[in-house]
């Protein structure tokens, strides 16, 4: 009782309009004890969140006991973070029990609470162990440190064989010593979501190792071979979603080729891996994104379900997305060198397509141009365009671009973007507009360069939209707007155009 009382008088002097309003239920030590853990972990002390307070600061103890178990339970559980679901759960004996009996969720985030990251390995294990053993059925559990060397193999298998029954999400990002095998200690089960990080997967067992309701899974800097990688997917009879981040993939052969096949799949991500060759079959795929990634070549083997393809800052020598395209609605490509030719026939067939962004790219030849009216003609249900690459002369040459009688009936956001402010800049955009016309927005994005003054600037916005106003925003970006409402000069129907230089130094304003 000395123990209690302690913690009781640190808490009512730290908050004294407390004192008359809250008590620490002390009916079981284990739970006390745990709370007490969480209060004086590193000499600090702390209350409860204002969220659990009433307007003159203290705790409203009598209208949250009027709340059915179960909707407290669901409460803390939206809380989320561990530190602030045990020290809530101290409020009343209701909670405690919503807590013990009630709680689907719990987060052990480094990013949470600063006091994660003085507190020792050991102790931030025992913390962690007796948190979840006094929890009974989470379905949610994260466990992200992203500061701690390595945990010790014995209690994250504690951990897992303790949640595995029950847990639905488990997100997992810590190393351990000796390394464990995760997917033994959580296969066979409910698990819906895993996302695993910071560790190794050998010898995937399909057969053994199964994984009958998972959905969604997420890979980051993990040791994986190709072979069970695609092993993986196999033990995965429903997996939907699956993400592929940075991988340290063992290949069986010089060639450095992988294989994934996932009937199921319908939608993925890749970054930041390097091979000769990456084939993917999927006949369901809708939603296609790669991302920093080397590849001399990626296959796509599917069925024409594909719906987003999304390629930024990937260097490819052969892309085949296979001949199915008729139902591509978003083709967004950045940071990526094309051979407009054949990118166009690959998409050519896509008579859906709504948003076309085409940013930052560079043709392989130096005379070859996006075909504009081939767009236009192509793609009749396009409601948003984004351009952004170098101009050249043959941008504003007949058939390419400018003068043809063919519009973007569609269209109502047209973004464009320049690297480098030539005077082919301000004919192509008005040509541009000119093909819209039933464009409600404009937003053109570039680099002024510091050599303009203040007049070159107004000059330039000029020439290219008619009269324009400084806009400064947040995050030290500044706009040129005509205003919500002020109507774009070279097309009536546009109400709203901003010119986006980017960060401007302020002496240009």
């Not at 602030?84 to 009996?101: F, G, L, M, P």
């Not at 296979?322 to 139902?327: I, K, P, Q, R």
Request: hydrophobic letters at 45%; a negative charge; aromatic letters at 8%.
């Amino acid at each position: 009782m000395l123990l209690s009382s302690w913690l009781l008088l640190e808490i009512s002097f730290l908050d004294p309009a407390a004192r008359f309003h809250f008590s620490l239920p002390l009916q079981t030590w284990n739970h006390l004890d745990l709370v007490v853990w969480w209060f004086v972990a590193c000499d600090q002390f702390f209350f409860l969140s204002s969220t659990l307070r009433n307007p003159d600061g203290g705790l409203n103890i009598s209208m949250r006991s009027n709340l059915p178990v179960e909707v407290v339970g669901n409460i803390l559980s939206r809380l989320g973070a561990a530190r602030d679901v045990v020290i809530a759960s101290a409020t009343c004996r209701k909670w405690r029990e919503a807590w013990q009996n009630h709680l689907h969720t719990l987060s052990f985030n480094s990013n949470d609470w600063p006091v994660y990251h003085d507190l020792t390995t050991s102790r931030l294990e025992i913390l962690i162990t007796q948190t979840i053993f006094q929890t009974s059925g989470l379905e949610y559990l994260s466990i992200c440190m992203d500061d701690v060397d390595e945990f010790s193999a014995a209690p994250v298998i504690a951990w897992l064989m303790y949640t595995r029954e029950t847990l639905r999400q488990l997100y997992y990002n810590v190393r351990t010593t000796p390394s464990i095998n995760i997917l033994e200690k959580c296969s066979r089960q409910k698990l819906e979501v895993l996302d695993l990080a910071q560790n190794s997967i050998t010898g995937v067992e399909p057969s053994y190792q199964k994984f009958p309701c998972l959905k969604s899974l997420s890979l980051r800097y993990v040791s994986i071979s190709a072979l069970d990688l695609n092993l993986l997917l196999t033990a995965c009879p429903k997996i939907e979603v699956l993400a592929l981040i940075n991988l340290d993939i063992a290949l069986s052969d010089a060639t450095a080729t992988m294989e994934l096949a996932g009937p199921s799949l319908k939608d993925i991500y890749v970054e930041a891996i390097s091979m000769d060759k990456f084939t993917l079959e999927a006949d369901n795929l809708e939603n296609l994104h790669l991302k920093d990634c080397t590849l001399d070549v990626f296959e796509l083997i599917g069925k024409g379900a594909l719906r987003i393809l999304k390629i930024d800052d990937v260097s490819v020598i052969h892309l085949d997305i296979g001949e199915s395209t008729e139902n591509l609605e978003v083709v967004d490509v950045s940071n990526f060198t094309i051979m407009w030719p054949k990118f166009y026939h690959m998409i050519s067939r896509s008579s859906k397509l709504k948003r076309l962004r085409l940013w930052g790219v560079v043709f392989d030849d130096e005379d070859e141009v996006v075909d504009l009216e081939a767009i236009s003609v192509c793609f009749p249900r396009l409601t948003h365009v984004s351009l952004s690459y170098d101009l050249r002369d043959g941008d504003l040459r007949d058939g390419y671009g400018l003068q043809v009688s063919t519009h973007l009936e569609n269209v109502v956001v047209l973004e464009l973007g320049w690297t480098v402010m030539s005077n082919l800049f301000s004919p192509w955009v008005a040509g541009l507009v000119d093909r819209c016309p039933n464009l409600k927005k404009l937003i053109i994005f570039g680099i002024i360069s510091e050599v303009f003054v203040n007049h070159d600037l107004h000059k330039q916005a000029k020439s290219s939209l008619g009269p324009a106003s400084i806009l400064v925003c947040g995050k030290g970006k500044r706009h040129f707007t005509g205003g919500q409402g002020i109507g774009c000069p070279s097309s009536p129907s546009c109400k709203q155009w901003i010119l986006s230089p980017g960060t401007l130094p302020c002496a240009m304003l």
